[in-house]
Every structure is written in structure tokens, then in C-alpha cells.
């Protein structure tokens, strides 16, 4: 059976940090009830193949009380075996919750950390202390949580190099299974769009990326996406997912969902998909379908992101002679690999598919 995966978007924060751009809100919890029943009757009216994944993402999934969110993913239908992750904030994470997770088939939390320097988090517009990622990741292994991914963001204003190292150290002495390790970027319209003094440094970046490979590499994670570390076997499924152009169905607001080329994504504010799934309507805000030729060229472009590489008929031959002069890829039998500094560049490299 071909994996299938199913992303839930809960779209409530309890502050949207200084960076974000996403569909979340910090003043609609009371809608929670009525979204979480439209998730549940949005998936019920699907009729869904068995997931092989299921991702709450957001937004701050911790936030949803745990019977609602446990009552969402109660209506998947999932594959034996099937991965279930939650993102989570490290500040509103408890045992309880947890182990309300734990018991309904979670299997996998992402942990939102970003940072171990306190001046950082205070930078990006997070609200949370080291010690509470401490905390939330000790939560985790008391309930049983074996898997465990932190997210880590480099680049934000007053981030020395100590303190990235000092980050990523940090974050492998809690025994992560994976890492994830973005680099900030500037999204039109937030707070630090309009704060150029807060702008990072492509340069500084760089260095803090090959500063995070070195450590993960040493400690025995693996690199098997440009932004993404894990032990061998523990890598985000889901995610995977996405990369090798699999079917997933996005579930609430602004969900996006993909099946055999064809993409489609709901209307993006609450209000309007609770009101949607009540009138019985479509909650689909637009669609595009790919043709054969694009899915083709995006097919490359995603894998070259992994460590399978593109196939190695997707670049000429003298443009493959040129990014390996260049240290950019290297062939790997019939596939052509990003080298680290490759991944820097990728999507200089993948102009060249």
C-alpha cells in the first residue's frame, strides 16, 4: 500500500512569534470546540485510505485541549504502524497532556525550541526559557515518547557563535532523535520585516548551517533532507512524504493536500471553514493540477533536496561537470547528491534540473 498522509492544521498561538506568516490566530480559541468537530466531520465525509502518517501542525497544537485533539485524530482511519506527531510548545507542555497524547496513538512530538539562548528567544518573539524545553522534553520520556524531534532556527538577531553551538550542544545533550535546523527567513508583513535591524546575515547563516551539520554528523545524526538530521530509521515520515511527491490530505483551515498531481488547499481563516463543513459545502478555497512534464521537473527538485538525490538524467552533462567543479553535487551510482555546501545553494543547483 502507497503511504498516505494526513495533516490537521490547528491555527491558535498564544503569541505569534515576531517571524511567523502562518494561518494562526492569538484570539480564537473559543472557536476551538466547533473547528475541532468540523476536523472530525471533514475527515468522517472523506472517506480517507488508512494513514501511514498523521502531523498536527500549526499554529500550537499543545494548546488545543488534549480530548479535542485526541477526538481529531480519533477519526483517522491509520495504517498499523502509523506515524502520529504533534508540534508542541515547550512552555505548555505537561505530563498529563502528553500521556493524553501517548494513549490515543501519538507517537512522535516536535518540540518548537529555536533556541537555548535566553536574549535569542527574546529576539524572535518567543516566550519560552531553556528550562522549559528541559522540562518538556523530561515530560516526553516519562510518558513513554521514544521519538522526538527539536526544532532549532539560526540567524536571529544577537545570535553569536557561541551561542549557536552552544544551541545545538545543548539540544543533543537532551537525546533527541531528530533535529530539525532552519535558518530565519524574512516574511513580508511580519515584525521583523518591518526591523531590519533584526535582518540576518546570509554569510553568518552559512556558517552557523555547517556549524549544525559538523555537530549533528559527530553525534550520529544524519542529514537526509537539507534541513533535517535524524537517527538512522527515525526520520520524519511524514515528511518524506512530501518529498517524494506522495498523496496527503490537509485537514482545517488552510490546509494544503496533494493526490496524483492535482493540489488543493481550504479557506484559509476558521470562521469560514467552520462555517463550510456546517452548511455541508465545500470548505476548498482553489486548486491547480500539475502537468505530467511539471511533476516530472518538481519531482527533481524535491528529491534533490534529500540525501537520495535527483536522478542523474536530470542534469546535462556539462552542467553536472560545472556544479561538481564547484563542489555543489556529487554522483552517487545513477543519482546526483548535494554536498553540504551544495545544500546551501540548492536552489541555485536545482536551476540547473
Not at 25 to 47: F, K, N, Q, S, V
Not at 52 to 69: E, I, K, M, N
Not at 287 to 315: C, I, M, N
Request: net charge negative; aromatic share 8%.
Amino acid at each position: 500500500m502507497a503511504p498516505f498522509g494526513v495533516y490537521v492544521h490547528i491555527p491558535i498561538c498564544a503569541r505569534r512569534c515576531d517571524y511567523c506568516a502562518f494561518a494562526t490566530w492569538t484570539d480564537r480559541g473559543a472557536l476551538m470546540p466547533d473547528y475541532a468537530a468540523a476536523c472530525r466531520a471533514e475527515i468522517e465525509r472523506a472517506g480517507l485510505a488508512p494513514a501511514s502518517s498523521v502531523f498536527f501542525g500549526g499554529g500550537t497544537p499543545s494548546l488545543l485541549p488534549a480530548r479535542l485533539l485526541t477526538g481529531i485524530l480519533d477519526a483517522v482511519d491509520r495504517a498499523p504502524g502509523a506515524e502520529v506527531t504533534v508540534e508542541c510548545n515547550p512552555e505548555n507542555v505537561t505530563i498529563d497532556l502528553l500521556a493524553a497524547y501517548r494513549a490515543a496513538g501519538v507517537n512522535r512530538v516536535s518540540f518548537g525550541v529555536q533556541s537555548l539562548a535566553p536574549h535569542v528567544l527574546k529576539g524572535l518573539g518567543r516566550t519560552h526559557d531553556p528550562a522549559a524545553v528541559d522540562r518538556a522534553v523530561a515530560a516526553a520520556r516519562t510518558v513513554g515518547m521514544e521519538r522526538v524531534n527539536l526544532d532549532l532556527i539560526y540567524g536571529g538577531a544577537g545570535e553569536r557563535d557561541e551561542d549557536w553551538e552552544a544551541t545545538v550542544r545543548g539540544a543533543l545533550a537532551l537525546g533527541p532523535t531528530h533535529i530539525s535546523a532552519y535558518a530565519l527567513t524574512i516574511e513580508p508583513g511580519t515584525p521583523l520585516a518591518a526591523d531590519e535591524s533584526r535582518h540576518p546575515d546570509d554569510d553568518v547563516q552559512a556558517d552557523r548551517y555547517l556549524v549544525a551539520d559538523a555537530l549533528l554528523a559527530e553525534a550520529g545524526l544524519v542529514n537526509y533532507e537539507i534541513s533535517n538530521w535524524a537517527r538512522p530509521g527515525d526520520e520524519c515520515r511524514h515528511n518524506l512524504l512530501y518529498w517524494r511527491q506522495g498523496d496527503y490530505r490537509g485537514i482545517g483551515c488552510a490546509a494544503h493536500s496533494h493526490e496524483d498531481g492535482r493540489r488543493w488547499w481550504n479557506v484559509r481563516t476558521p470562521e469560514r471553514y467552520i462555517a463550510a463543513v456546517a452548511s455541508g459545502s465545500s470548505s476548498v478555497a482553489a486548486s491547480e493540477t500539475l502537468t505530467p512534464e511539471q511533476r516530472v521537473t518538481e519531482g527533481w527538485r524535491l528529491s534533490l533536496r534529500t540525501s537520495d538525490g535527483a536522478p542523474a538524467e536530470a542534469f546535462g552533462p556539462s552542467d553536472f561537470a560545472l556544479l561538481g567543479e564547484r563542489g555543489l553535487v556529487v554522483r552517487c551510482d545513477d543519482r546526483v547528491v548535494l554536498t553540504a555546501t551544495g545544500r546551501l545553494l540548492a536552489n541555485q543547483v536545482a536551476m540547473y534540473l
